[in-house]
C-alpha cells in the first residue's frame, strides 16, 4: 500500500506501525475491517538452518522521488531473496526480486552475501510499507518515504565516524596488584571504535525523523577491527544490524573513508564497501573498481554530491595508500557535475559531502589536508558550492563561508564574512565537520585556543605506526567560525526552506545536537542559517 505523505507523521516510525496495525487503517487502505491481512503484514517461523533477513538498509536510487533499493546482508547462499511493496489499492502488492552481490574477506575467507532489490516507477513524495524476505526466513518489514519533486520543505540530518557499538573483542587484563574489574571472568570492548554513542546516535536521528541521513565516511571501522585481529566481516554485520532501526525506515548514503579501506579486499580495499550499497547512478564511470565511490542525487532544490577523498588525499591513513587511483576521473566527473548543477534553474543549493576535511582546528589530529584543497577546492569555488559536510576528525567544528585561498604553501581558505549565525553561501562555502558520530577517540578537547589550524602538505619517509608519517604546517585560521569544545558526541540536522519565487531566497536552518542515552536524548548545541538566492530568480 501506498499512503500520501500527508496523512502521516514525518519520520514517524509510530505511524507506520499505525498503519501497518490497526483496524482503522485497515479500512482506510480500502481493505474492510476484519478481512484477511495483506502477505505484506504476514510472518511466518524462520526455517532452520536458513538465516533470517539481516541488517535491512535503504538506498535512494538515480532519482530520489521515484526510485529506492532495499537491501539486507546473510552470511550464506539463500533462495529467492524479494522484497514485496504494497500496491496502491491495498492488495497484495508486487513482488521485486533481489539481485545478490558477493564478496569474500581477504582476512578471514568468509564469504558475504548482500542481496539488493531496486524498486522503480514509485511516487514522489509517497510513503511505502515493504516486507524484505527469502526462502525460509520470516519476513521484515519497514517503510519509506520517496523524495519530493521540486522545492519542498525536507530536513536531512548527517554525521561520520560512528563505529559499531559491539562488544567482540576481548581485553587481556596486565597481571600486576590491580585486579581486573570484571574479576576472573572476560572482560569485553569493541572490536574496533565502537561505544555507547555509536548505539545511541541512531535513537537520535529517529527523534528529528529526517527524509534521509547522510553518513560522512568512517563507518563501521571493519578496517580497524582486522589490524585488532578481531572480524571484519562481523562488524560490518554489527553496524548494519545495529543501524536497521533507522535505515530499514530512510536512507543512510554513505561517502567512503579511510576506514572503509580493508587491506586483501580488492585493489582499492573498497570491495566490502561496494558490496553492501547499491548508490545511485553508478556513477563512477562503469568501472568495477570504481564503482559507487562517488556519486550524486537531488532531493528537491538540493544537488548532493558524495566523494571519495582518498583519491586525492596527502595523508596515509587507510590499510593501503592509494592516493590517486582514479587517475583523475572522479574530478572530472565533479567537474561535469558541479557545473550542471549550478547551471540548472532547478537547482538551489550544493551540498557536498566527503570524509577528510579541508578545514580543522585540532591540534595533534590529522588536521585538514592539502591534497584536497587543491583538487576539490578550486571547483567549490568556480561553481559555488554552498556546503561541505565532513567527518575524519572525532569533534564538531564549522567554517565562516570561505571563498579563494591565500596565496601561501597551505592554501588557507579565505573567508568573505565574519557573521557566525548567519552566511550567505552565494558569496562562499561553509564547512563542517561533524565527526562525533560514535568513535571512541574523540578530540574536542585538543583544539588550538587561538584561531590556528594545522594541514598536511606532504609525507616523510618516517614510519608512524603502519603509515607514513605526516608533514604539517601551521596555518592561521580566520575561517574559525564555532566549534563544541565539550561534547564527545553528535550529528547536525538541515531543515530546507525553499522560499517563495517572490522572495527570490531559500534557507537552511541548521542545528548541531549532542545526544545522551539509548532513548537518544537531544541537547541543541550550536544553531546557524543559511540561505542563499533562488536559482529561478536568475532565470
Not at 221 to 250: C, P, Q
Not at 365 to 390: K, M, Q, T
Not at 401 to 425: C, F, K
Request: net charge neutral; charged share 20%; aromatic share 8%.
Amino acid at each position: 500500500m501506498s499512503i500520501s505523505r500527508r496523512s502521516v507523521l514525518t519520520g514517524s516510525t509510530a505511524g507506520a506501525a499505525a498503519a501497518l496495525g490497526t483496524a482503522g487503517s485497515a479500512a482506510a487502505a480500502g481493505r474492510p475491517v476484519g478481512a484477511a491481512p495483506s502477505p505484506l503484514l504476514q510472518r511466518t517461523p524462520s526455517r532452520l538452518g536458513v538465516p533470517g533477513v539481516a541488517g535491512l538498509h535503504l538506498q535512494f536510487g538515480a532519482d530520489p522521488a521515484t526510485e529506492m533499493t532495499v537491501s539486507w546482508i546473510s552470511p550464506q547462499s539463500v533462495q529467492r531473496p524479494q522484497i514485496r511493496l504494497g500496491s496502491p489499492d491495498g492488495g497484495a502488492g508486487r513482488v521485486v526480486d533481489a539481485e545478490t552481490r558477493t564478496y569474500r574477506d581477504g582476512l578471514s575467507g568468509e564469504e558475504v552475501y548482500v542481496h539488493h532489490a531496486r524498486i522503480g516507477g514509485l511516487r514522489p513524495d509517497t510513503t511505502y510499507l515493504y516486507s524484505a524476505g527469502h526462502d525460509g526466513a520470516a519476513p521484515e518489514t519497514g517503510s519509506f518515504t520517496t523524495a519530493p519533486r521540486g522545492r519542498t520543505a525536507f530536513t536531512f540530518t548527517s554525521f561520520g565516524d560512528q563505529g559499531a557499538p559491539n562488544l567482540r573483542r576481548v581485553v587481556k587484563w596486565p597481571t600486576g596488584d590491580t585486579p581486573s574489574p570484571s574479576g576472573r571472568f572476560p572482560l569485553h570492548t569493541s572490536s574496533q571504535a565502537g561505544t555507547a554513542a555509536s548505539a545511541d546516535i541512531v535513537a537520535a536521528v529517529e527523534r528529528v525523523g529526517p527524509l534521509f541521513n547522510l553518513v560522512n565516511g568512517d563507518l563501521c571501522y571493519a578496517s580497524a577491527a582486522g589490524v585488532f585481529g578481531e572480524d571484519r566481516v562481523a562488524t560490518w554485520a554489527d553496524w548494519f544490524i545495529g543501524n536497521s532501526r533507522s535505515a530499514r525506515l530512510r536512507p543512510w548514503m554513505p561517502c567512503v573513508g579511510n576506514g572503509e579501506n580493508e587491506k586483501g579486499n580488492g585493489p582499492l580495499g573498497l570491495t566490502g564497501y561496494q558490496t553492501y550499497f547499491t548508490l545511485p547512478g553508478a556513477a563512477a564511470g562503469g568501472d568495477p573498481e570504481t564503482r559507487g565511490l562517488w556519486y550524486a542525487f537531488t532531493v528537491g532544490a538540493v544537488r548532493f554530491v558524495s566523494l571519495a577523498n582518498d583519491d586525492v588525499a596527502i595523508q596515509d591513513t587507510g590499510d593501503t595508500y592509494v592516493r590517486g587511483y582514479s587517475d583523475g576521473a572522479q574530478r572530472r566527473w565533479l567537474e561535469r557535475e558541479l557545473k550542471a548543477a549550478r547551471a540548472s534553474a532547478d537547482i538551489d543549493w550544493i551540498v557536498v559531502f566527503m570524509h577528510h576535511p579541508m578545514i580543522s582546528s585540532s591540534r595533534s589530529g590529522s588536521g585538514s589536508d592539502l591534497g584536497i584543497r587543491e583538487a576539490w577546492g578550486p571547483l567549490f569555488d568556480a561553481y559555488g558550492v554552498d556546503l561541505v559536510l565532513c567527518g575524519h576528525e572525532h569533534y564538531y567544528e564549522r567554517s565562516l563561508p570561505v571563498r579563494g585561498t591565500l596565496p601561501n604553501q597551505a592554501r588557507t581558505p579565505v573567508p568573505v564574512s565574519t557573521s557566525t549565525d548567519a552566511a550567505d553561501t552565494s558569496k562562499g562555502t561553509v564547512h563542517m565537520i561533524i565527526g562525533g558520530g560514535g568513535n571512541f577517540a574523540t578530540t574536542q578537547d585538543d583544539l588550538f585556543e587561538e584561531p590556528k589550524g594545522r594541514v598536511v602538505v606532504s609525507l616523510s619517509k618516517e614510519p608512524e605506526g603502519r603509515h607514513r608519517k605526516a608533514v604539517f604546517v601551521t596555518e592561521d585560521a580566520a575561517w574559525r567560525a564555532a566549534q563544541d569544545r565539550v561534547h564527545t558526541h553528535g550529528f547536525a540536522a538541515f531543515d530546507v526552506d525553499p522560499g517563495t519565487r517572490r522572495t527570490g531566497r531559500t534557507r537552511m536552518n541548521v542545528t548541531y545536537y549532542t545526544f545522551d542515552g539509548p532513548y537518544g536524548e537531544l541537547t541543541p548545541v550550536d544553531t546557524f542559517v543559511l540561505e542563499r538566492p533562488r536559482a529561478d530568480a536568475r532565470h
